[in-house]
Nanobody, 119 residues
Framework: QVQLVESGGGLVQPGGSLRLSCAAS????????MGWYRQAPGQERELVAR???????NYAGFVKGRFTISRDNAKNTVYLQMNSLKPEDTAVYYC?????????????WGLGTQVTVTS
């Protein structure tokens, strides 16, 4: 069983930075794609950034150039560096792990970490 634990959220002023971390238990991290999603009140959960097991990345248009996703397979951890934060980035940020079993894809979610951008 995989457990994902996010950390690093908090309150920040517009233009500020935060670094989110997600630590994964288990042995499948290095062979899995990892993603960060977010959900604002009253809105659907949306993809922020994703990194494949090989290190390829993709980003939602609204964060390109401001956020960077990275992973450290030795630490079973994925990061999201968030710069130039805006009030509209306020949301609960969730870590996601995608693991292809050879027959199907398993998805795992963390409990989320709150990011609030306000002056």
């Amino acid at each position: 069983q995989v457990q994902l634990v996010e950390s690093g959220g908090g309150l920040v002023q517009p233009g500020g930075s935060l670094r989110l971390s997600c630590a994964a238990s288990g042995s499948i991290f290095s062979s899995s794609a990892m993603g960060w999603y977010r959900q604002a009140p009253g809105q659907e959960r949306e993809l922020v950034a994703r990194i494949s097991s090989a290190g390829g990345t993709n980003y939602a248009g609204f964060v390109k150039g401001r956020f960077t996703i990275s992973r450290d397979n030795a630490k079973n951890t994925v990061y999201l560096q968030m710069n130039s934060l805006k009030p509209e980035d306020t949301a609960v940020y969730y870590c996601n792990l995608e693991h292809w079993t050879g027959r199907s894809t398993d998805y795992y979610w963390g409990l989320g970490t709150q990011v609030t951008v306000t002056s």
